[in-house]
Structures are given as C-alpha cells and as structure tokens.
C-alpha cells in the first residue's frame, strides 16, 4: 500500500497528498490503487471551496493574483522599499556563453 499525508480541514473536508510508493509500486514509480494514511496533518482554516461558498461561516478568500498585488500594496503603505527591478536586456541581441573564447595567432 502506496503512503500519503492526510489534510484535515475544520470544515471537515479532507485531502490527501502522495508521500510515498510501497515496495510493489517503487520498480514502476505508479502508486498502487491501496493508499494508507501515513500521516494526519490538522490545519486550522477551511478548504478552499468552504472558504469560497461561505465565506461567513469561513471568511472569504481573495484569487491568488490579486493575494500578490494586495502584499506589494500593504508593503508599499508601510514603507518598504519596492522589489528590484529586472537586469535589462543586452543591446544588438548578442548571445553570451559562459565562457571566453581563445584567439589563436599563427
């Protein structure tokens, strides 16, 4: 029996993530139709669609692109400074390598 970790949400939802293949699934590297709970993970918020059809029994939750620009947008507010900027791109399109090349002189 293939091993997985169990997540136990408080809303009662349950999932399971693979963790690891038995002896007779490790030559194949397919898990077995036989799982076994390895172990059980307790977590303290609801499962995502919980959180998304009751959001006043669970709180809302927000997508996941606006979750990042609302991060830059608290962090801007209490004065961090800003991300780097990205290295700019070469001139002409020239193409590096790692390594230098040699001259020879006949």
Known sequence: MCKY???????????STFAR??????????PCEQRQIWHTIGLDE???ECQMW???QYGSV??????????A?????AGAPPPPA?????????KT????????SS
Do not use: E, I, W
């Not at 970790?5 to 999932?15: E, L, N, S």
């Not at 390598?97 to 020879?104: D, L, P, Q, V, Y």
């Open 5 to 15: 970790y169990a997540h136990a949400f408080v809303c009662q939802h349950t999932t």
């Open 21 to 30: 293949y038995c002896t007779a699934a490790n030559f194949t590297q397919k």
């Open 46 to 48: 609801a499962c995502d």
């Open 54 to 56: 009751f959001p006043d």
């Open 62 to 71: 927000l997508p996941r692109s606006s979750t990042k620009k609302s991060k």
């Open 73 to 77: 947008v608290a962090a801007a507010a």
């Open 86 to 94: 990205a290295a700019p791109a070469m001139a002409g399109g020239a």
């Open 97 to 104: 390598s790692g390594r230098a090349r040699k001259r020879c």
